[in-house]
């Protein structure tokens, strides 16, 4: 299969379009996997050694996301035996990450982790892992853009930064992931990838270029994006949808965010891409429709999980 890519310049991923309520909806909990590749368009293209075939395959059924992951510059295989993998939940209560070497697929627990439990065979890790995709099979940008900011992460936090497959938003390129808590940046250059990182590893989020957290429906991820944009709240967790509703196109939310709460409306609204060829004709965001701080709430429905 052909990679997909536009002909403009790396320049065209700017920011200048929306980044915003874009991150991967489906994401709550992840497996990452260490293999130099290649790598097809598809994982399930992908021709993979029959151990981590089966944990990409186990791991889709139970709805992890899986995903392959090399270091920066290498396309040689791991030294010794066995699969490194990570694994994480990044919407619990507690967002964590945790990693092992193992022998045989079923030495790891999925069941396990598809329940937000750490599987026995994994060790808690205490550092972020940060995620670049350069999945040049899937749309040439990611390579073209991504690969040099992947090897910029690694030179700050060399045993923290990883190549990714496609993590979601190709348009957005080049797209960086920051783990255990799903935070998307999209559109970044070296210096805001740095930035974001190095926020992360504090604890905060860069609002500039941040499409999200992953696992949260996008209209979530827009009410908490302008609540942030409002307050100037830059936690990672001090900002979060307590409850929602929609009518019609229209999401109504109550966010907590600095110690206060607030009524967010939002709508969709649709954007012609900067590139406009085979990375997007268009782009869809959201708009502020109302944000009202609040002293009460009348209702309070369930946040999807």
């Not at 991967?24 to 996997?33: D, E, H, K, S, Y």
């Not at 040049?136 to 991504?146: E, S, T």
């Not at 930064?161 to 935070?183: F, I, K, M, Q």
């Not at 001090?238 to 966010?255: F, L, M, P």
């Amino acid at each position: 299969m052909t990679a997909k890519g536009c002909p403009h310049s790396a320049f065209s991923h700017t920011a200048q379009m929306p980044v915003h309520a874009s991150a991967t909806v489906g994401a709550r909990f992840w497996l990452l996997i260490e293999h130099s590749g290649p790598w097809a368009s598809h994982l399930e293209d992908c021709d993979l050694p029959e151990d981590v075939r089966t944990l990409v395959e186990r791991a889709t059924n139970l709805g992890v996301r899986p995903q392959l992951i090399r270091r920066p510059g290498r396309r040689t295989a791991p030294p010794g035996p066995g699969v490194h993998v990570m694994v994480g939940d990044a919407r619990g209560p507690e967002p964590w990450l945790a990693e092992a070497v193992i022998a045989d697929p079923d030495d790891l627990d999925l069941d396990a982790l598809a329940a937000g439990v750490l599987p026995k065979s994994c060790i808690l890790v205490s550092e972020p892992v940060f995620l670049v995709c350069t999945h040049a099979k899937r749309n040439v940008c990611c390579a073209r853009i991504g690969l040099p900011l992947a090897r910029s992460l690694a030179e700050v936090w060399p045993d923290r930064t990883w190549e990714t497959s496609h993590v979601g938003g190709d348009r957005y390129a080049a797209n960086l992931v920051c783990l255990p808590h799903g935070l998307y940046y999209g559109s970044m250059s070296q210096a805001a990838a740095i930035a974001a990182a190095d926020a992360y590893r504090s604890g905060e989020v860069v609002l500039d270029r941040f499409r999200g957290r992953a696992g949260i429906p996008e209209p979530l991820q827009a009410a908490e994006h302008f609540v942030r944009a409002h307050t100037g709240e830059l936690s990672v967790g001090g900002v979060a949808v307590e409850s929602s509703r929609s009518d019609g196109e229209a999401t109504e939310a109550i966010v907590r965010g600095s110690d206060a709460r607030f009524r967010v409306v939002v709508e969709p609204m649709t954007l012609t891409a900067p590139c406009g060829t085979a990375c997007a004709d268009t782009i869809t965001t959201y708009r502020l429709v109302m944000l009202d701080r609040l002293t009460s709430v009348r209702y309070a429905t369930p946040v999807p999980a």
